[in-house]
Every structure is written in C-alpha cells, then in structure tokens.
C-alpha cells in the first residue's frame, strides 16, 4: 500500500467517530488534503477547536453552553417551577422549539441500559435529585426521554424518585410514536406530546 | 433555538463536508464537544493538520506524497517503460494492491465530464503529454479510468492523443463490471483487468 504515513494515521482517526466507515473515513481524508483550499481546512480546524474550548456543561441543568448558568437557566422571563428533563443537549434543542413550553430544563446526558451496564450512578440521576433538594420551588418534572424501552425505563426509575420527593412527575403523552427518537421529531408533535402529558 | 455559537459554526462547516448532511454534521459536532476526550479532539486535530502540511503531489505522477518524487517515482526496481493512467490516488492505491504490475503511473486528477463543463485543460492531460515527450522511453500506456461513460470517453481522448506520439495504448479489460467504480473493485476483478488489456 503506497499511501502516505499521515493519511493513513488521518484515516485511522476518522474512522473511529461515530457513523463513519473505513471508506468515508478515507473519501474524507483525501477530500481534506487534496480537495480543500487551506483556509477552508483552517476554518475546519479552528470551528473545532473554539467549540471545543468554549463550550462547557452548565453547572445547573448541563445543557452544553459558552455561558454559566446557560441562557435558560438566566433566563428570569422563564417558569421556573418546571423542570423537563431530557437526555441530550440535542433533545433539549428539540424540545427547545416548542415556543409554548417556557420552564426549564435539565439534561440528563444519557439513559438507564442494564445491557450497556448504563446504571443510575452513570447518568446525572444524582445531580438532578440534588438540584430538587435545593430548590425548594419545583412544582412539576416533565420527563422527555425518548420512547423506546430505555427511554421508558430511565422515565419510569426517575419518576418513583421524584415522586417520593412530593413532586409531580409528568411524562410527555401522546403525539410520540412508541419507538420514536425525541430528536427526530417534529415540533408539532413535540407540542402535542407536551399538551397532553400524564401524570406518572 | 438555544445552541452555542461555537456548536452552530463547527456544524456549519463540517457540513459542507462531502456525503456529510446536516444531521451527520450535528450528530459529529455533539460528539466531538460532548463525548470526546481533549486529548482525541487534539489527535483528530493535529492528524488533520499535518496530513495537510505533509501530503504533496509528487511532480512526476502527481501522486499524493509525503516525498518528491514519491516512492513509487523514485523506486529504481519497477518497469519505467509503462505507466498507468489514473483518475485519482484512491484509484492508484487500488490498482496498486496489484502486484503484479510494476509500471509507473500517472495521476489525471479528474475525467472529462462536459456536462460538469470539465474539460481536457481542467485535468492533467497537458502535463501527461509533456512527461511523454521528456521521457523517449515510454512504451505503453494502460489507461485505468472508471468503466462508466465518463471514464470511457476520457480514455478515448487519451488514447487519441498519446496513439498519434507512436506509443501503444491500453486500455484495463474484462473483469471490470460495465458503470463500474474502480476504487471499489476487488484485486482480483482488477488484476484480470491489467491482465485482459486490450489495444485501443
């Protein structure tokens, strides 16, 4: 194989992001060395490097931001005794949409799978419980985890938590096809999902 | 929507990315700001930067090279008397898988394709012709372009050209499926290819 030793090593770092092959790890290696003026591969670099410097966890619902607390978080034109706890930062953008949902947020940054040995300890369960603790104004938890069995799951385990703390616990209702991925959604069914939520 | 400048940006431009969508772009971005490890994010980074700094066309056979001439120009045991005429590098490395050929190559660049309006003087068939008059020891010329229309008039035009210089020209045979894509084609199907050349 005569290829070079640094696309190789390109190729091989690539590769191992997420939904990328061998294949389109290699159409794109070649595409940036051979193809790509060198400012663009700069532009490429550094949009890279600064989203990756300036964007932290916020320290209160751990959505990804460049600001702590997060614009929602600091938002006082916001509900503040709704929580919508969600699984990704992608989820909350998703969710975020929904202009009629004006409370607030948290992140749980993954969701219970005993078959991927993903307990409690490994999603922010913890911090959420400790943010209820110490906000004595939490009226409502709207749980938005995806529909499908871990989705459901993480919901289910979260719920019989919240609720011993005497909080009400609601789930998005109908509008989610079962089995359905919360990022992919439409904002109208997000909207319907919000609208008719059940208690748990 | 209530996504960090520096996220929005990095999606912008990875986007652009070939056989990347906006959702691929998205989905890369979390990960590399959410999932990833500073310590992968500088791998990925620097393995970019220096591929890009490193990799050059070799300026005999236009190869991508981290050496001029590359190691395939410059490799005294192979035959100098044949080159094979190739697209891209990604299709030099595949026929290069082949060892049984042990020629020279030549780098086009691209195939003529008037309906993307590229033309003889957007590849590299000037500096092909000019290595075959500076070089009187040429005596056959494999042309391997894509078995698909625009593969196929490329090398007819080609073989025109370097035929009226006196140089015999081949062009790969059976065993390439008809619309077929070089890069993707098996050693074997590729090796019958070089081995079932015909005249053209």
């Known amino acids: 194989m005569n290829r070079p030793k640094t696309i190789e090593k390109m190729i091989e770092v690539i ?4 939904g990328i092959g ?6 794109l290696s070649y595409y940036i060395v051979s193809k790509m003026l060198q400012d663009d591969v700069n532009k490429l670099l550094n949009s890279i490097k600064e989203a990756k410097l300036a964007v932290k966890n916020c320290t209160v619902c751990y959505n990804l931001t460049e600001y702590n607390p997060c614009v ?3 938002d006082s034109t916001r509900i503040r005794n709704v929580i919508c706890v969600v ?3 992608q989820d909350l953008i998703a969710v975020s949409k929904v202009k009629e949902y004006k409370g607030l ?5 993954g969701v219970l799978s005993p078959l991927d040995a993903i307990g409690p300890s490994d999603i922010r369960i913890d911090n959420f419980v400790k943010r209820l603790k110490n906000d004595n104004n939490i009226s409502e938890v709207i749980i938005a985890t995806d529909a ?9 385990y979260l719920a019989n938590i919240v609720k011993k703390m005497g909080i009400k616990v609601t789930r998005l209702g109908c509008g989610l096809p079962v089995g359905g991925d919360i990022e992919y959604a439409d904002e109208r069914t997000i909207y319907n999902a919000i609208t008719a939520r059940k208690e748990m």
């Open 72 to 74: 929602i978080c600091s």
């Open 105 to 109: 947020y948290f992140v749980l940054g």
């Open 87 to 89: 699984e990704s930062p």
């Open 148 to 156: 499908d069995s871990k989705g459901e799951m993480t919901a289910i």
């Open 22 to 27: 061998p294949k389109m790890a290699e159409r």
């Open 15 to 18: 590769k191992k992001l997420p």
